[in-house]
């Protein structure tokens, strides 16, 4: 008699968790993000020996490569915080910990995939970083002029963006290797590309994806579904 009311319990737990994974916002999934590359927005006056490149980049935002280049994001990492702290040890017993200042922000990786044969992407980072070390006399610009933005998002089922962060005053740090090889004859070529940024600020979600984009996607997170719900016991999914 005494197993009853605890296999209830059980029961009305389980049901519980289970109706939180079916609400829309019930867990966030990997594949279902969006990044939008934003490069300076100083590019209307280019001058100097950094013109070229600036207005190189300024022509790659007007002809949609850098929203291109946001989609074939594959890999990217929403990065965290860490505040500076002081361990106070003049006291007897456990030390404590002072936050001190402000908070420090690590670079970032993100990888890129399906790139043009042209060198289209590639060219882009590569102009970004001209607007910044000129190629010809390796003079630094202005701060303000390379400086961009970086936004992710992370998605829900309607392709809503739900969450996102935005890296302020970011600029392409380090444009990685492009490996290439004769003895992968199938394999679509990646580049990896490190942002620097001076802090990173939460964006207000709620709006959508482009359509061109959301069925990809929604192919995506059905086969993730089904691999999920395929690791639960059959038992449980007919709660």
């Not at 890999?75 to 456990?94: A, F, H, K």
């Not at 060219?123 to 961009?148: H, K, L, M, P, T």
């Amino acid at each position: 008699m005494a197993t009853k009311p605890l296999r209830g319990s059980a029961q009305g737990v389980l049901r519980e968790f289970l109706s939180i994974l079916h609400t829309e916002d019930s867990y966030a999934r990997s594949a279902r993000f969006e990044v939008v590359i934003q490069p300076p927005k100083s590019l209307t006056r280019p001058e100097g020996m950094h013109a070229a490149s600036a207005l190189a980049l300024g022509n790659f935002a007007k002809d949609g490569t850098n929203r291109n280049i946001s989609l074939k994001c594959n890999t990217i990492n929403m990065p965290g915080r860490t505040v500076t702290q002081y361990e106070d040890n003049s006291l007897m017993g456990p030390s404590r910990s002072f936050v001190t200042g402000t908070p420090t922000y690590a670079d970032i990786t993100a990888q890129f995939t399906m790139l043009n044969s042209n060198g289209q992407d590639r060219r882009f980072f590569e102009a970004w970083q001209g607007s910044a070390v000129s190629e010809a006399d390796f003079s630094v610009n202005y701060y303000n002029d390379y400086v961009g933005q970086v936004d992710m998002y992370l998605l829900n089922e309607k392709n809503e963006r739900k969450y996102g962060i935005r890296l302020q005053e970011a600029f392409p740090k380090t444009i990685g290797d492009l490996a290439l090889s004769g003895d992968q004859k199938n394999q679509l070529a990646t580049m990896d590309i490190t942002f620097s940024y001076r802090y990173w600020e939460i964006l207000e979600g709620g709006s959508t994806i482009p359509k061109k984009i959301e069925s990809t996607l929604g192919l995506i997170g059905n086969a993730i579904e089904r691999n999920l719900l395929s690791r639960i016991p059959k038992v449980l999914r007919n709660l």
